[in-house]
């Protein structure tokens, strides 16, 4: 009951990439590199549990970007052929490769670090992909021209790669959606079906995370534009709620989401966002217990999972890794007060 878990990144060693950045640039090349991904994957793994983190991930240490480290083995890529584009509906600018051909998977993207978490690991282990339509959104395209169709063809490869995650071992296939709170008419028209594709024929549980954004400077400000009211996710929960996943990440903590809105996930495992990812204040632990105990107002104890409001990777190491203890603790607090510690 309550048991915590992340939405996905964390800090990369400085040994690993330069901290504290999006898309940092690795410090090693070669079979150095391979290694220190694996190595940087099992220290995450191992200090998520020093932590007091339930269901751990590989922190996403071995990928340079959470949508760009699954494209890097697959097939109608051209990594060098680069531009930059608006992502978000234009809230920011990144450069990123081009779709020039039929998008396949050449082989396992993820599965080395995937072995190395789950035979290291003590505890479940949770393993995020980047949702179909999050992915279109971050890639130019050149080739099938359509949104929809180059999304149900990320779907297939995704599906492969999932598959392969679960027969590893994986007991939580995760795919990460922000772009579900920007383009809400594609959500209802397209997204949820690619959704529903990349997760086909998986039997381990299966989540989308739906957040506001990393908590760097582009996000920060578009948020400040929303109102006193953040309501995307009353578009989007009431679609997601009849879809197959069985589980749901959401942001909560220093948010302007209404909590009342995860009345509309009935049925689903709640991810609630007890950690702000925005800021470099580490939560007390009582701060965490008040944003679980708000939500269990809404859904029971047993489908409650007390979560991070987004990934990490950008922050601190020190900080992230202060807030995942206060998560843990947190959530020790209210499975005290409920009799279930």
């Known amino acids: 009951m309550l048991q915590t878990t992340l939405a996905g990144s964390l800090p990369k060693p400085s040994w690993l990439a330069e901290p504290e950045r999006l898309w940092a640039p690795w410090k090693l090349s070669g079979g150095d590199l391979e290694q220190a991904k694996l190595d940087a994957t099992i220290l995450a793994v191992k200090m998520q549990e020093d932590a007091g983190i339930d269901i751990v991930s590989d922190g996403e240490q071995a990928r340079v970007h959470f949508v760009h480290g699954f494209l890097a083995n697959l097939d109608g890529i051209d990594f060098g052929k680069r531009t930059v584009i608006g992502i978000r509906a234009d809230r920011y600018k990144a450069e990123v490769p081009t779709v020039v051909g039929p998008i396949r998977r050449k082989g396992s993207v993820h599965g080395a670090e995937a072995r190395a978490a789950r035979a290291h690991a003590g505890r479940k282990l949770k393993f995020t992909l980047p949702g179909p339509m999050t992915i279109v959104d971050t890639i130019a395209d050149e080739h099938y021209r359509s949104r929809r169709d180059l999304a149900f063809a990320f779907a297939t490869a995704l599906n492969e790669e999932a598959r392969e995650l679960e027969g590893i071992g994986v007991d939580v296939v995760q795919f990460d959606e922000p772009a579900f709170n920007v383009y809400m008419r594609e959500v209802a028209e397209w997204g949820i079906a690619a959704l529903e594709a990349a997760r086909q024929g998986l039997r381990c549980k299966t989540a989308v995370h739906i957040c506001y954004g990393y908590g760097i400077r582009a996000n920060v400000d578009w948020k400040e534009t929303l109102g006193s009211e953040w309501r995307q996710y009353e578009e989007t929960f009431p679609l997601i709620a009849k879809s197959s996943i069985d589980q749901v990440s959401l942001e ?19 991810l609630v966002g007890a950690i702000d990812v925005a800021s470099d204040a580490v939560e007390t632990p009582e701060e965490v217990a008040e944003t679980i105990r708000a939500a269990l107002r809404f859904v029971a ?6 979560c991070t409001n987004c990934g990490m990777a950008p922050m601190k190491r020190e900080v992230a890794y202060g807030k995942l203890a206060a998560l843990a603790a947190g959530a020790h607090l209210v499975r005290t007060e409920l009799g279930r510690s």
């Open 252 to 270: 909560c903590r220093n948010s302007h989401v209404p909590i009342e809105l995860i009345r509309l996930l009935d049925g689903k495992d709640v």
């Open 301 to 306: 104890p047993e489908k409650l999972y007390p």
